[in-house]
C-alpha cells in the first residue's frame, strides 16, 4: 500500500519560514517524481512544483519561484518543501504526491497523493 504522509505545516508569522516534508512507502521511492501542490482557502488546487527521480532537476510554478525550494533524500524516502519569506498569500494545504512520470503542472499525472498539511501565515 503506497503512502504518502506530510508534515511540518503550522501556524507561523509572515516573513518566517517552513520546512514541510514528505515521508513516502510503499513503492520504489527513487523510481517516483515527488511533486507538491497546495489549496488556498476558496482557491483552485495550485502546482507548487515537483522534482525528478535522483533528484537532480527540479520545476516549480510561477508563484514558487524565488521563495520555494524542494528537495528530496532517496535513502529515507523523504521528500521536502522549503518555504521561505512567507506571506499571508501562501495560506493553503500542502499536498505532496508521486507518480512515476509527470507533466509540470498536470496534477491529474499524479497517481498517489498525501492527506496534505495545513499551512497558515499570520500578517
Known amino acids: 500500500q503506497v503512502q504518502l504522509v506530510e508534515s511540518g505545516g503550522g501556524l507561523v508569522q509572515a516573513g518566517g519560514s517552513l520546512r514541510l516534508s514528505c515521508a513516502v512507502s510503499g513503492l520504489t521511492f527513487s523510481g517516483y517524481v515527488v511533486g507538491w501542490f497546495r489549496q488556498g482557502p476558496g482557491k483552485e488546487r495550485e502546482y507548487v512544483g515537483h522534482?525528478?527521480?535522483?533528484?537532480?532537476?527540479?520545476w516549480y510554478g510561477d508563484s514558487a519561484k524565488g521563495r520555494f525550494t524542494i528537495s528530496r533524500d532517496n535513502a529515507k524516502n523523504m521528500a521536502f518543501l522549503q518555504i521561505d519569506t512567507l506571506k499571508p498569500e501562501d495560506t493553503a494545504v500542502y499536498y505532496c504526491a508521486s507518480a512515476a512520470t509527470v507533466r509540470i503542472g498536470v496534477a491529474r499525472d499524479y497517481d498517489y497523493w498525501g492527506q496534505g498539511t495545513l499551512v497558515t501565515v499570520s500578517s
Open positions: 522534482i525528478s527521480r535522483s533528484g537532480g532537476a527540479t
